[in-house]
């Protein structure tokens, strides 16, 4: 399974995805390709540091040049980590259920537009809830939106500050995502 990584930030999901390959933890997978909509994120360093072609492509040529790099890197597997555009339609039709997302909360709630990064935190945090977690679903055309692939729950313990439950909820993310891929590779290699 060859994938493309689109990113925006940080990109410690990216980084968990490389390790998972490095390790031999997810296997029968290479990322072909990471692609940015931000020149400032520190997923490109990431994707650098592995020697993983990386792009930064801003709005026209997102919508225009995007589909072509995944052609040109083979891509037959989509996974948005972090990443906080739509992507246009022509990709969403040329991938159909071979793009998914990860989201920091238990969806449908604390999504959609502008629900992201710490404000998703922030909100669930504020909403009282005893519990969050983190969701992997197909991307549509909407935020946040496609169908529920897993869901992981995350308590939220008593004395929990912003700080301390984004980090609980990224070591979530980070296996979730290498667990969902696994399954993914195991599909497509049948
Ligand atoms: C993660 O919380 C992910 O669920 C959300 O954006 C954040 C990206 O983190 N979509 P990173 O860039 O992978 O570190």
Redesign the pocket.
């Given at each position: 399974m060859i994938l493309g990584v689109f990113?925006?930030?940080?990109?410690?999901?990216?980084q968990a995805i490389i390790d998972a390959i490095n390790s031999s933890e997810l296997t029968n997978t290479e990322i072909g390709v990471v692609i940015s909509n931000n020149s400032r994120a520190k997923?490109l360093d990431k994707a650098k540091a592995a020697n993983i072609p990386n792009y930064i492509l801003y709005s026209t040529d997102m919508k225009y040049k995007a589909l072509s790099l995944l052609n040109e890197h083979k891509v037959d597997f989509i996974v948005?980590?972090?990443?906080l555009k739509k992507l246009c339609n022509t990709i969403l039709e040329a991938y159909p259920e071979r793009i998914i997302?990860?989201?920091?909360a238990l969806l449908p709630k604390y999504g959609g537009k502008g629900m992201?990064?710490q404000r998703?935190h922030e909100a669930v945090l504020k909403g009282g809830e005893v519990k969050t977690g983190?969701t992997i679903h197909y991307v549509d055309g909407l935020y946040d939106h496609g169908k529920i692939i897993r869901q992981v729950k995350v308590p939220i313990i008593k004395n929990d500050t912003l700080e301390t439950l984004i980090k609980r909820?990224?070591v979530v993310?980070h296996k979730l995502l290498v667990d969902v891929l696994k399954t993914f590779s195991e599909e497509l290699e049948d």
């Open positions: 990113v925006s930030g940080n990109g410690s999901n990216l997923a948005l980590a972090g990443f997302n990860i989201h920091p992201y990064g998703v983190v909820v990224l993310e």
